[in-house]
């Protein structure tokens, strides 16, 4: 058992089910969810959560970062989701994504929800498709995972984390969170290990895609929906950290209309 960050916010009556954990993605942490996602969905009558993952935020493993592999991370969500009080919908976010559909392969949950998410083969073609798209931000996120995000440039992360509309003062905020990511993890979802066991095929999984994404673009969100036999989601206007983005709301309101609508299904 890890010692785990986990921030959660209730609503104030009786909560809606199923409850919902939010899984961050690489360089990151919990707190990606705090900012604005999770107060919302409390709002809206939902048990929101989300965990930092060994290594990120306030987890325990910071100084042992290096050591964890993505099948750590799978544990400590399912970890966090043993905690709660039913299965969750689990939401996960870029390599946090990842981490989702490998929990689902594992367990029965009430869903998934995959935000611009890593495909399920892996990083190699969204990587080498980066280097074309933006030669800049492809050498900044290697330094990044090298070197830290003391190293790097924070206008190739602005470019690789938010559309233009993101006010650079708000973004620079944001920025001042960012960590080390464990490189075995990257190497792991990196595109050189074997395909990974799908989650099954009547899971429901929603895979919502943002227009503007540098990082996982059109037709790797195209390949994800394929490959969890399901139709994708695009957000117009928006980057990589839609969680974050000036129009976050219109992205927490597509996840709850479809989580609702998964919810109402089960129950009939």
Do not use: C
Request: glycine share 8%; hydrophobic share 45%.
């Amino acid at each position: 058992m890890s010692n785990l960050e986990i921030i959660s916010r209730r609503p104030a009556g009786t909560p809606k089910a199923p409850p919902l954990l939010f899984v961050h993605g690489a360089f990151s942490g919990a707190w990606i969810w705090d900012a604005k996602f999770l107060p919302w969905f409390a709002s809206r009558g939902w048990e929101a959560h989300a965990v930092s993952l060994r290594g990120h935020g306030n987890s325990e493993g910071r100084d042992r970062l290096h050591e964890f592999g993505i099948a750590d991370y799978v544990d400590d969500v399912l970890q966090a989701a043993d905690g709660l009080s039913a299965p969750p919908v689990l939401i996960g976010h870029s390599m946090g994504g990842m981490v989702v559909q490998r929990a689902l392969s594992k367990r029965r949950f009430a869903g998934g929800v995959l935000m611009a998410s890593a495909p399920p083969y892996g990083l190699w073609s969204s990587t080498m498709g980066l280097a074309w798209r933006s030669p800049y931000v492809f050498q900044q996120m290697a330094m990044l995972t090298t070197f830290g995000e003391k190293a790097i440039d924070p206008d190739a992360i602005r470019r690789a984390m938010f559309s233009d509309k993101m006010p650079r003062d708000e973004a620079a905020r944001y920025e001042a969170f960012l960590q080390e990511e464990s490189r075995r993890v990257l190497l792991d979802i990196g595109g050189w290990i074997p395909f990974p066991v799908l989650p099954p095929r009547d899971m429901p999984v929603m895979v919502m895609g943002a227009e503007e994404d540098l990082l996982f673009p059109r037709a790797e969100v195209i390949a994800t929906a394929m490959a969890l036999n399901t139709q994708p989601v695009f957000m117009p206007g928006m980057g990589h950290a839609m969680m974050l983005e000036q129009d976050w709301q219109a992205v927490a309101e597509r996840v709850e209309q479809w989580v609702s609508a998964e919810a109402m299904a089960q129950v009939g």
